[in-house]
């Protein structure tokens, strides 16, 4: 009966005037959205992809072609190919798991969920990298005997990108702790 | 499907059930800037949806399973989405008929928008008269489950309109009755 009440009261809206809808602008709205359809967790891949490809090729060929071969350039050089490759796999992974949840809000949740999870391990993988990268750089340049100044400089750029990831990690850790929350919320 | 029939059912689709969508809109959002920009992602998807629709449900169905589920995305990134998309939101697409407002009906919604997002979901489930196994499908949880809700909203809606001198469901009845 008070529940008759309540639907009683919003069914009323059901018989008010048609609402009106600007379909030109909304066609336009559209369109406009799929253009800009590259998302940035697949823009991110991308340029770690290309990153890690055309930076490995281009200290293979360096150090190739240089009188002074340094055997942790070369291990630089395997690094990014190897990192490449892990991104390729991921990618592919990462679109064939969207294919997989099941449509309904559980569903939803459970790939938002898994897009999180895999945001936040790929960010943390980027901050170790940092250390990897900068550690064979380091090696590297003390095994060519550059100038001091550049060892100091490679030290900041790289915890400048330890700290800058750093960051980035805590904001994927958050988005994916709002979405176990709202998971908790749907399954209490 | 060619883009043109994905057009034209999607223009079938928007001149039936503009009601429903608007409807869906209210329940999420608060502002009309909001409505409008819930309004024209839930448009997006529903849109991308067309060629996967097997038609193995009612399309008033398939609608509101696209559309909670994009309005529960939505409320996640609400504030990401009044920071970046202000500005192209401020052409309103969705208007609602220039009619006197309806206390009662606004009171409801005013009730729903306190409540958080799944419950506010499956009101609008509730109030649209669907079953506990169409809601255990379109949320993706157990009728069980669906049921332990629906019984925890119903007893707060009602404890909530009693406290309710002008608008409340006793209140309301009387309005019904003898509208001033």
Redesign the interface.
Not at chain 2, 91 to 97: D, F
Not at chain 2, 137 to 141: F, L, P
């Given at each position: 009966m008070e529940l008759e009440e309540v639907k009683n009261i919003w069914s009323t809206q059901n018989k008010k005037m048609p609402y009106s809808i600007d379909t030109a602008e909304l066609h336009r709205r559209i369109l406009a959205k799929k253009a800009k359809a590259v998302k940035v967790t697949s823009l991110s891949e991308l340029v770690n992809i290309v990153v890690g490809l055309g930076a490995g090729t281009f200290t293979l060929w360096t150090n190739t072609t240089s009188k002074q071969h340094s055997f942790f350039i070369y291990c630089y050089s395997v690094w990014m190919f190897i990192l490449a490759i892990l991104f390729i796999a991921a990618r592919i992974r990462r679109k064939s798991a969207g294919r997989q949840y099941e449509r309904s809000v559980h569903g939803e949740l459970q790939h938002g969920l898994a897009v999180a999870g895999y945001q936040v391990k790929l960010s943390k993988l980027m901050r170790w990298n940092n250390i990897v990268i900068g550690g064979l750089i380091l090696f590297g340049l003390w095994e060519t005997a550059k100038p001091w100044w550049a060892t100091v400089f490679i030290i900041v750029v790289f915890s400048l990108g330890w700290y800058v990831s750093g960051i980035e990690n805590k904001y994927y850790q958050r988005q994916k702790r709002r979405l176990e929350e709202l998971r908790d919320l749907l399954n209490a | 499907m060619t883009t043109q029939d994905q057009e034209y059912i999607f223009?079938e689709w928007?001149e039936q059930y503009?009601?429903l969508?608007?409807?869906i809109v209210r329940t999420y959002a608060v502002t009309a800037m909001d409505m409008d920009d819930l309004f024209?992602e839930i448009?997006?998807q529903v849109?991308r949806s067309i060629p996967v629709w097997k038609g193995n449900c009612g399309v008033s169905t398939w609608i509101y399973?696209?559309a909670?589920?994009t309005a529960?995305?939505w409320t996640?990134n609400e504030k990401r989405h009044r920071q970046t998309e202000g500005l192209?939101a401020a052409?309103?697409?969705?208007?609602?008929?220039a009619?006197v407002a309806?206390e009662?009906?606004t009171?409801?919604y005013e009730e729903i928008h306190q409540m958080?997002?799944?419950d506010r979901?499956l009101t609008l489930l509730?109030?649209?008269?669907f079953s506990y196994k169409e809601m255990a499908?379109?949320?993706?949880?157990t009728e069980s489950?669906v049921g332990v809700k629906i019984n925890r909203i119903?007893k707060k809606?009602?404890v909530r309109?009693q406290k309710q001198d002008r608008y409340g469901?006793g209140g309301?009845?009387k309005y019904?009755e003898h509208p001033e």
């Open positions: - | 223009r928007l503009k009601g969508f608007f409807k024209q448009a997006i849109w399973r696209i909670i589920n529960v995305s996640r192209e052409q309103i697409l969705l208007m609602e008929p009619a309806d009662r009906l009171w409801l958080d997002v799944i979901s509730l109030l649209e008269g499908d379109i949320m993706g949880i489950n119903k809606l009602i309109s469901i309301s009845k019904m």
